[in-house]
Structure formats: C-alpha cells, structure tokens
C-alpha cells in the first residue's frame, strides 16, 4: 500500500471516508426528522378564532382558540357575554355561572389555563346556559346564539 502525507494506508483512509460519509448522512436524517418533528407541533398549536353571540363579535384577551378539537374562551367574559354571573370559588377551585335562577358549575380542570386565566369550553357552557352553539366552518367561527331573557 501506497503511504499519504499523514503515513496513513490508502485503504485505511477509504475506510474513513466512507465512515465519515456513514455520520454525514446520519446527521442529516436527524436534522430532517427534527424538522418535521417540529412541523407537526406547530400544526397541532391553538388555532385562534373569532367568535360571534348574537350576531355581534366578542373580542377576548386571550383570544378565543381551538385546541384539540374544542373550542375555548375565557370564562366570566363569555359568562357576560351571555348575560350571567360568575362566582368563583377559589378553595373548590370552581366557578358558579348563574343565569337567573339556574347555575352551572364549571371545573378549572374542565378548562385550560392561558396567560393566567381560565378558559372554557364554549359549547359546555353556551349550552349548559340553554344557548345554541354552533361551528362556522367556513369563517372560523363559534356563533352563540343566547336564550331569550327571563320574562320575556
């Protein structure tokens, strides 16, 4: 065997080359599965919608989202929204939503925390207060729809 500048065998240095080409191309792998790792988390992330009671659009800070299939909103501003009351029971880690005469209570657990604030299923609590909830596709949108007011 003919010897290189380093004193290393040409069959030796073939050897390395391929290995090191073996790593490259591992190395690569990885980066790509990272990438596309990283695609799918940023597809599975809160898409943020609009949302709509009465026809007129509420603006909540955070925004209203979807996650994991359901949509969320913050809970004594869409209680408002809808003409309730909140009580919130910090020991029980729960709220009373009142409407009239009839409550409903809603888990923390039931709903997610965002910025420091808890934020409901829309379609559990429109409907638990006798509204009609619906999903515009089309607009990204949750349309709530409030009962009629006691004594009317």
């Known amino acids: 065997m003919k010897d290189l500048a380093g004193g290393f065998p040409i069959a030796i240095m ?7 080409g073996e790593v490259t191309i591992m190395r690569t792998m990885l980066i790509l599965v990272g990438c596309l790792l990283s695609v799918g988390m ?27 299939g359901k949509a969320y909103a913050p809970l004594r501003e869409t209680s408002e929204a809808l ?14 939503i009142c409407r009239g005469s009839a409550c409903v209570p809603i888990k923390k657990s039931d709903g997610i925390i965002v910025n420091n604030q808890l934020l409901v299923p829309l379609r559990v609590l429109g409907e638990a207060l006798g509204a009609k909830v619906a999903w515009d596709a089309a607009g990204r949108a949750v349309r709530i729809t409030s009962p009629p007011k006691f004594g009317h």
């Not at 026809?55 to 994991?68: S, T």
């Not at 909140?86 to 729960?94: E, M, P, R, T």
């Open 42 to 68: 940023v597809a599975a992330a809160d898409e943020i919608v609009s949302v709509y009671v009465d026809g007129k659009q509420v603006a909540f800070k955070p925004d209203a989202r979807v996650r994991d």
């Open 83 to 96: 003409g309730s009351e909140v009580q919130w029971n910090a020991q029980a880690q729960l709220a009373v």
């Open 14 to 20: 073939g050897l390395c080359h391929r290995y090191v």
